[in-house]
């Protein structure tokens, strides 16, 4: 916008405008101090109420023409307000309103004329700031993830280590609330509910999950899912299941649960690892699960086999 110049005729133009817009000068004034705020030292001197609106207003013009060259987008800011007047509903009520109203339809119309292309310039210019907002805020965000994803990754590195199995299973479902509940999941920590040991629940999209988490050395068995399916079967036909085993499934387990219809979705410990490195967001992964689940039947897709066939191309 300020590589466009101001047309010459457009300050006599605005000068008129100015001084019909508003009949009682005290009005004029303050239109001028909230539309002028960033540049107050324009207005500093005039004798807005004890001279006539055409001459404040002309002195006015003239210091924005002799500042064109550092106020163009403030002068032409004004410019596009001024065109914008549409309602002169406050000069009908002063005395000859109707003549006064036209008069000042008239005046900002010919102001119209020459904001036209400044007024696009403008939306681009905001447009362009809009999007640098955004694009900060969403490098804030991403800098605060891949903080709480470091910490995350701490953790998890730490329970490596913890030798009690109790612990360990204890503090993966902390783990597990936390990551949750950074993606947005609104998770719930472990419940008992009518005599059964429920290891949390969390939303997804428009549906609800219950949550199963194990950190044993020994891969998950068909009796281990078996036993959560019952839980999660026992819900509300919108409630769906989450099977973490850090150490993964038998073969036995994933065939019996492919192609019969499970509520069930299974998950290992290289899909956290994934997801704590940041190399694919929790809710992209659960989305994918899901898809593959209902096109192939099997509830087992981890984030390794999402990750290679969108680097290679083949398919999981």
């Not at 047309?7 to 009682?24: N, S």
Request: charged share 25%; net charge positive.
């Amino acid at each position: 916008m300020t590589a466009q110049r101001i047309a010459p005729e457009a300050y006599p133009a605005l000068a008129d405008a100015l001084a019909v817009i508003y009949w009682r000068r005290q009005h004029l004034q303050r239109f001028l101090q909230a539309e002028l705020a960033s540049a107050p030292q324009l207005l500093a001197g005039i004798d807005w109420l004890g001279q006539p609106k055409r001459v404040s207003a002309g002195q006015l013009v003239d210091r924005l023409i002799a500042s064109e060259h550092r106020l163009r987008e403030v002068t032409v800011g004004l410019m596009v307000t001024v065109s914008g007047f549409d309602d002169f509903s406050h000069l009908l009520r002063e005395e000859d309103g109707p003549a006064k109203a036209a008069e000042a339809r008239a005046a900002v119309a010919r102001v119209r004329r020459f904001t036209a292309r400044h007024a696009e310039l403008i939306a681009e210019r905001e447009a362009a700031a809009r999007q640098r907002v955004a694009a900060t805020a969403a490098a804030a965000t991403h800098r605060e993830l891949a903080v709480q994803l470091s910490a995350l990754r701490q953790r998890l590195w730490a329970l490596e280590g913890e030798q009690d199995a109790h612990r360990r299973g204890l503090q993966l479902e902390r783990f597990l609330f936390d990551l949750f509940r950074l993606f947005d999941l609104e998770p719930r920590g472990p419940f008992v509910l009518s005599g059964e040991q429920i290891d949390g629940a969390f939303s997804f999209d428009t549906d609800d999950y219950l949550l199963e988490a194990r950190w044993r050395r020994q891969q998950a068995a068909p009796a281990d899912l078996a036993v959560f399916e019952r839980k999660v079967s026992t819900k509300t036909h919108k409630t769906s299941g989450l099977f973490v085993s850090m150490h993964g499934f038998t073969k036995a387990a994933v065939g019996k649960f492919t192609g019969v219809g499970t509520c069930l979705l299974l998950a290992d410990g290289s899909d956290l690892v994934a997801v704590v490195e940041g190399r694919i967001d929790l809710g992209e992964l659960l989305t994918r699960k899901r898809r593959h689940a209902a096109e192939t039947g099997c509830p087992l897709l981890t984030a390794t086999r999402i990750l290679t066939y969108s680097t290679t191309g083949y398919a999981p």
